[in-house]
């Protein structure tokens, strides 16, 4: 009989690194992205103006989030819809915490895959 195939991909270790690496991007650039935006307010209503060391900040961060998208893109071969999603992800204010929330169901689905693979039994 063969083993039961499961609707999550395996992953090998350098996939499942690149995703890691996206999910923990994520979120700091997603934080890093309000906190310009509220640097951005205080800069025209007070005397407070953090922006060009917030901006620097994340523009770092945005910057190492493409590199990761582009590098989870190849590895996972996402179709063009996820990969444009995660993206559209980055450029909006709470898009991060999402995709980071999105990457990390999916890692665990695919931990579960993976573990029902081996022990040649899907679990519900």
Partial sequence: MPAPTSKVPSVDI???SSLHRLRLVSTPEA???????????????????????????????????????????????????????????????????FAERKLRRAAEDAVVASRARQEGTVKA
């Avoid at 063009?80 to 995660?86: Q, V």
């Fill in 31 to 97: 934080v890093s992205f309000l906190l310009l935006l509220v640097c951005s307010v205080l800069k025209r209503t007070t005397d407070f103006n953090a922006v060009p060391v917030t901006g620097a900040i994340h523009g770092v961060l945005f910057i190492l989030y493409v590199l990761f998208w582009l590098d989870a893109w190849n590895r996972t071969k996402w179709n063009l819809k996820t990969a444009a999603l995660y993206f559209v992800l980055s450029v909006l204010p709470f898009g991060g915490f």
């Fill in 14 to 16: 350098k996939t499942a």
